[in-house]
Every structure is written in C-alpha cells, then in structure tokens.
C-alpha cells in the first residue's frame, strides 16, 4: 500500500527566502507525481507534474525534483513571496490507481 | 473549458437522510475519483473509477456508493448520512496512464455538513 509523507508539516520563512518542501512514498512503482496548492478554503490547483521517466519539472519560480529509487520528491520555491503563503499537497500515482497524497505543508512567508 | 465541475458546492443534511454528488469532466478522461477532506488528515480516496462502468474501493468508502454509467459523469451517493461523513468532497479526473499527460484535474469542492 503506498503511503506518501510531507515534511515538516509547517514552514514560517521570511519574504526572499528560498525553501525546499519534501515529499516521501513508500513503494517507487509510480506512474506520476504531482505538486498541488491549496489556499484556505478553496480547491487544488495543480503546479507541477513530474511523469515517472523524467527527474524534474520547472514552472517560473518552482522547480520539482523526482528520484524514483529513493522514494523522494522535492519542490523548490525560489525568492518566496507572501502570495505564496498555503498549503503544498504532493501525490504519487501508480499504474490502475487513483493519486494518494501526503498530508500536506502549510507554508508562511512573511513581509 | 469548465473542466471538472462539482454539484451542489454546499449541502446541509439531518442524520439520517440521503443524497446524491455529482461530478462532471468535459476533458474525455478515463479516470475520476471522489476524495474527502478533514482538518489533519488530508485527502483520503473514497472510490474511484478507470473508466466507463467500473468503480473501485479506496481507503474510506465505507458509508459511500459510486456509480459510473457515463464516462463524464461519477456520481457519489451517500445512503443514510451520519455526521462523521461532514467533510469537504472533492471529486478529479485525468486520463490513463497511457496517455502522455496524466496531470489530475480537481473541482472546487462540496462542502457538506450533517447535523
């Protein structure tokens, strides 16, 4: 049974700063891992998708990395800005499944 | 594009009663799924479906019945509410894993209380 896991489960860091969220998986057959944002209150929005073949994946100021044999994956957010203040979900998805996300970082930067 | 849409965004219900959530995609996607919400325990898998006609067990479904006759529709049914099911729902879609881009795609959520 796959289990993903986020840590820390909290991050406060001020305006600039670059940060590293972690996310692990228990079993490396995954198809897919995908990067989500959450703000309070309201839906998930999709940042970044890493397919299981590539090791990272670039949007603006986001980098996500993937490496399959150790089970991690990493999203690097450069010069943070209080706009990105919420919650960061990661999920892993295998062959013939659904996606199975870890609990989530919740994210504060600060002015 | 509307994507995936959830219908209703808000429900109140008495314990005891029944209703029926619907999700629509309009991105021909084989796979949907229904998730819950609860503060500190993230998402958790209800039931989901990889295509037309087929449901599958996730790791809450107890309580819950899902029925996929169309393959844009995934209706979640809940038989006789109890207030450990008030939650937020939140019901994706994406294609197979054949197809070479598998990013899921969320609705915006129902939130449900049972009182």
């Known amino acids: 049974k796959q289990e993903v896991t986020q840590i820390p489960a909290a991050l406060s860091v001020p305006e600039g700063e670059n940060l590293v969220l972690n996310c692990s998986f228990t079993?490396?057959?995954?198809?897919?891992l995908q990067w989500f944002r959450q703000d309070p209150g309201k839906g998930l929005t999709s940042l970044l998708l890493?397919?299981?073949?590539?090791r990272e994946q670039t949007s603006g100021r986001l980098n996500a990395s993937l490496d399959k044999s150790s089970g991690r994956s990493t999203l690097y957010i450069a010069a943070s800005q209080p706009g990105d203040s919420a919650t960061y979900l990661c999920a892993a998805q295998q062959a013939g499944t659904a996606l199975i996300f870890g609990k989530g970082t919740t994210l504060s930067v600060s002015s | 594009n509307a994507g995936v849409t959830q219908t209703p965004k808000f429900r109140v219900l008495k314990t005891g009663q029944s209703m029926t959530l619907l999700c629509a995609q309009d991105?021909?996607?084989?796979?949907m799924y229904w998730y819950r919400q609860d503060p500190g325990m993230g998402l958790r898998l209800i039931h989901y479906s990889v295509g037309e006609g087929t449901t599958a067990k996730g790791e809450v479904p107890d309580g819950y019945n899902v029925s996929r006759l169309k393959k844009q529709n995934f209706l979640l049914g809940l038989e006789s509410a109890a207030p450990s099911q008030t939650s937020v729902y939140f019901c994706?879609?994406?294609?197979?894993?054949?197809?070479?881009?598998?990013?899921?795609?969320f609705g915006q959520g129902t939130r449900l209380t049972v009182v």
């Open positions: 079993d490396s057959a995954i198809y897919n």
């Open positions: 994706a879609s994406s294609y197979t894993t054949s197809m070479r881009n598998t990013e899921a795609f």
């Open positions: 991105m021909n996607h084989e796979y």
């Open positions: 890493i397919q299981s073949s590539q």
